[in-house]
């Protein structure tokens, strides 16, 4: 089955450093594989997605993710984080063949000051 | 706004009663799903619509769960005999059939507690 961990559930940063949230992600398939954000009282919101194109993957708000097969990793980064970046962020797989999206348990971005 | 709509927002029921939460979707797009999150966890999976056709069903959805869309457009669901479990937020997302990358968008969800 696929699935995805998201190893940290929250995670610290000052602003204006570097951001780094973990994702590994478990799949017998070329997985198509998304990052969401969510903030309070607020819907989902699709950050980048890696469908098998090229391997690093540049989304919204100066967000990158870097798919790994052979660490079966899909990392988000950003170099600089924003106070408006503290939100909720969750990793998601797709499975293959269907269209239902498995999401992780998500990590809390805390931005400090 | 032209994003996914879904009404009411809130509901607060007695257990055993029945409840039925609407998404609009995005206009044309014929792809639509329903999730439900509960606190502290990533949304899950409960069904998925192309058009009318009810076409992926999580064995999350019991029979208390019933997921329509009639007409292709927009979307009910409806829980019967309500349980304290059922408490969550019910997520609904549309995307277009046609985009390639499929990427889905979501709404902002309709909060159900269960007293």
């Known amino acids: 089955a696929q699935s995805v961990t998201q190893l940290d559930s929250h995670v610290s940063v000052s602003e204006g450093t570097p951001v780094l949230l973990r994702c590994n992600y478990s799949?017998?398939?070329?997985?198509?594989l998304f990052w969401y954000v969510q903030h309070p009282n607020k819907g989902l919101q699709l950050l980048l997605k890696?469908?098998?194109?090229?391997?690093l993957v540049k989304g919204i708000n100066g967000f990158e993710a870097e798919f790994k097969k052979s660490e079966t990793s899909f990392h988000l980064t950003k170099p600089s984080a924003h106070m408006s970046d503290a939100a909720e962020y969750f990793c998601?797989?797709?499975?293959?063949?269907?269209?239902?999206?498995?999401f992780g348990t998500g990590t809390r971005l805390l931005v400090s000051p | 706004d032209t994003g996914v709509s879904q009404n009411p927002r809130h509901k607060i029921t007695k257990r055993g009663q029945n409840v039925t939460f609407r998404c609009d979707p995005i206009?044309?797009?014929?792809?639509l799903y329903w999730y439900r999150q509960t606190l502290g966890q990533g949304p899950e999976f409960l069904t998925y619509?192309?058009?009318?056709?009810?076409?992926?069903k999580s064995r999350l959805l019991s029979d208390r769960f019933s997921a329509e869309r009639p007409k292709g457009s927009f979307s009910t669901l409806e829980i019967q005999r309500t349980e304290q479990g059922d408490s969550a937020m019910y997520l609904c997302?549309?995307?277009?059939?046609?985009?390639?990358?499929?990427?889905?968008?979501f709404g902002e969800g309709s909060w159900l507690t269960v007293v």
């Open positions: 997302a549309s995307s277009l059939l046609e985009d390639r990358g499929n990427t889905i968008y």
């Open positions: 206009s044309e797009h014929n792809r």
């Open positions: 890696y469908t098998s194109a090229a391997t």
């Open positions: 799949s017998s398939y070329s997985p198509s």
């Open positions: 619509f192309q058009n009318e056709a009810q076409l992926e």
């Open positions: 998601v797989v797709r499975v293959t063949g269907f269209q239902k999206l498995v």
